[in-house]
Antibody, heavy 121, light 108 residues
């Protein structure tokens, strides 16, 4: 079955770079049509799409954060990595990775449990 | 980016009520809309995709409709498990993905 799990630091300091890893199983990012995204949710607020990487290594970023984000994949490890530079307290959020349904449109059929990242000195 | 709005922001209802949530897009997205349910401390769960297609395993009391810029999610008879926050998400392929601000359904 498909599973995803996020990992990374729970606490980062302002100006630091955040690196999050999504480790997944049940599918391969080598398979045509597979895509994985990162989405975040500040406490008590709405969801915000951050980035997407496709099986062919195409990469897409949300408009507001694109200058700070880098998404990459390691298909041998079934992992997708997101880096976010210059962290600020407003970036405190739960960060989710999610699979986009292959060939179904850009909606999310499986989600990780999320990882809470707090930005504080 | 395409802006999504939802109404109401909070909805108080009783078990057995028929509940309707509206989602509007700032420009036409055809039928490229999904609905998710989220409970506190949990990841969102896909309910509806392409405006009206029910995800496998989702109870048939959930339904979606609409096209263009206006969409609705309807719960025909609210159950205790349905008290949650609901988000719409547009996925027009020519624009970044965006979510609505959410509608919280709580107990009257």
């Amino acid at each position: 079955q498909v599973t995803l799990k996020e990992s990374g630091p729970a606490l980062v300091k302002p100006t630091q770079t955040l690196t999050l890893t999504c480790t997944f199983s049940g599918f391969s990012l080598n398979t045509s049509g597979m895509r994985v995204s990162w989405i975040r949710q500040p406490p008590g607020k709405a969801l915000e799409w951050l980035a997407r990487i496709d099986w062919d290594d195409d990469k897409f970023y949300g408009t507001s954060l694109k200058t700070r984000l880098t998404i990459s994949k390691d298909t041998s490890k079934n992992q997708v990595v997101l880096t976010m530079t210059n962290m600020d307290p407003v970036d405190t959020a739960t960060y989710y990775c999610a699979r986009i349904r292959p060939y179904g449109g850009y909606y999310f059929d499986y989600w990780g449990q999320g990882t809470l990242v707090t930005v504080s000195s | 980016d395409i802006q999504m709005t939802q109404s109401p922001s909070t909805l108080s209802a009783s078990v057995g009520d028929r509940v309707t949530i509206t989602c509007r897009a700032s420009q036409s997205i055809s039928r490229w809309l999904a609905w998710y349910q989220q409970k506190p401390g949990k990841a969102p769960k896909l309910l509806i995709y392409t405006a009206s297609n029910l995800e496998n395993g989702v109870p048939s009391r959930f339904s979606g409709s609409g096209s263009g810029t206006e969409f609705t999610l309807t719960i025909s008879s609210l159950q205790p498990d349905d008290f949650a926050t609901y988000y719409c998400q547009q996925y027009n392929s020519y624009s970044p993905i965006t979510f609505g601000p959410g509608t919280k359904v709580d107990i009257k």
